[in-house]
């Protein structure tokens, strides 16, 4: 006759920055004859911490996490924090079959045009060149510009062994001047701004002095605003 008895633990630690778990599973297999034989399997849950600007620098400079940046080159190279280390999530899409460049032609004349937004494809060496340079128990905080590249990165890395990850809410868009040392051309939450986009404000202020001028002089000289109507070519 044999018994079986299973006993499960779970341990979890708090912190201002999140919740992270322990689990333990131990299962104790007797028999009759012979010694006993036992099973232990244990297994590791972690959760990604999502925490604020202010927590994340606290993470950086009073526990030792080290800055992973996932963004593409050119938004990495508008502004960055410094001596972080950058493995982008997305890299730029150069494949040249039929249905990639249409694609690539769509989205430069659209996103590409107003958004100055690279046409991009998943980074398929992600993992493989994170593990390169940083040891699964290595603390992490990943940022992106708006925080949803940096979740999806997070999850990849929490899938591959890593368990001291954070992530900063709303990305390097919500990080005030100052509270990072960065380098680049423009602070860290103006790196995601580019295309028309940029310039739609000075296009927005000079056509509404167009406008302006136009009423004015429409208003006060009725006779010369009529003349220059008629010279104007008829459709």
């Known amino acids: 006759m044999a018994g079986i008895a299973t006993c499960a633990l779970t341990l979890s630690s708090r912190s201002n920055f999140g919740t992270s778990w322990?689990?333990?599973?131990?299962?104790?297999?007797?028999?009759?004859?012979?010694?006993?034989?036992?099973?232990?399997?244990?297994?590791?849950?972690?959760?990604?911490?999502?925490?604020?600007?202010?927590?994340?620098?606290?993470?950086?400079?009073?526990e030792g996490y080290a800055v992973l940046d996932v963004r593409d080159k050119t938004q990495y190279e508008r502004a960055h924090i410094k001596s972080c280390y950058h493995v982008p999530l997305f890299i730029e899409n150069q494949d040249n079959d039929f249905g990639t460049i249409i694609k690539r032609t769509v989205h430069n004349n659209f996103s590409g045009l107003f958004f100055g937004l690279p046409f991009t494809k998943l980074n398929d060496k992600f993992v493989d060149s994170v593990q390169s340079q940083l040891s699964p128990q290595s603390k992490l905080l990943i940022v992106c510009q708006e925080g949803l590249r940096s979740t999806a990165a997070a999850n990849k890395l929490e899938a591959a062994g890593f368990k001291n990850v954070a992530c900063v809410t709303s990305g390097l868009q919500s990080v005030k001047p100052g509270t990072f040392d960065s380098e680049g051309s423009t602070e860290l939450q103006d790196a995601g701004k580019a295309g028309l986009i940029t310039i739609q404000g000075k296009i927005s202020a000079v056509l509404g002095t167009v406008l302006i001028c136009a009423y004015l002089f429409i208003t006060?000289?009725?006779?010369?605003?009529?003349?220059?109507?008629?010279?104007?070519?008829?459709?």
């Open 220 to 235: 006060f000289f009725p006779e010369q605003a009529e003349k220059l109507l008629q010279l104007a070519p008829s459709s």
């Open 22 to 62: 322990l689990e333990f599973d131990t299962h104790h297999r007797r028999t009759i004859r012979g010694k006993p034989k036992r099973w232990r399997n244990f297994g590791i849950r972690a959760e990604v911490n999502f925490v604020n600007p202010d927590e994340a620098k606290k993470l950086v400079t009073d």
